[in-house]
């Protein structure tokens, strides 16, 4: 399914009713392109956990899936740790990418036992184990 441009601008001036796309490309800039190519490329998936219903977003990176906590505005990539908490950047591509999908309904969804909810989110937070540990 080809999603056009337009439509995606249009589902985004539905979400935030006061910005225009401009001001989204101003803002998040190269952001917004690569979001916008991973959303092409069908990298952002949606894990449903049965029987409890638990949802995680995943975005499938060049090396490795980034989890995302959409609610509290979190990635676990690079991006998200050195810029966006640092203030430099509001949303890593990822988030942007994860949002324009919920919107357009454009991503992968992944149905999972419950049993399976720990192992993965093992391999998910891998990354951030090994960056904590790096602090410490
Ligand atoms: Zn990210």
Avoid at 1 to 17: F, G, P, Q
Avoid at 98 to 104: I, S
Avoid at 118 to 128: A, F, G, Q
Wanted: aromatic content about 14%; charged content about 30%.
């Amino acid at each position: 399914m080809k999603v056009d441009y337009r439509v995606v601008v249009e589902a985004l001036s539905r979400i935030r009713i006061d910005s225009d796309p401009v001001e989204l490309w101003r803002l998040y800039g190269s952001r917004f392109n690569r979001a916008w190519e991973t959303l092409k490329d069908g990298r952002v998936k949606k894990y449903v956990f049965r029987p409890s219903g638990r949802v995680v977003w995943i975005v499938v990176g060049r090396d490795r899936e980034y989890l995302i906590y959409h609610v509290v505005g979190y990635c676990s990539c690079d991006d998200f740790y050195f810029s966006v908490i640092d203030g430099k950047a509001p949303l890593c591509h990822h988030l942007i990418a994860r949002k324009l999908a919920e919107v357009l309904g454009r991503f992968e969804a992944v149905e999972q036992e419950d049993e399976f909810y720990s192992s993965h989110l093992k391999e998910w937070t891998s990354v951030e184990t090994e960056r904590e540990e790096v602090l410490l």
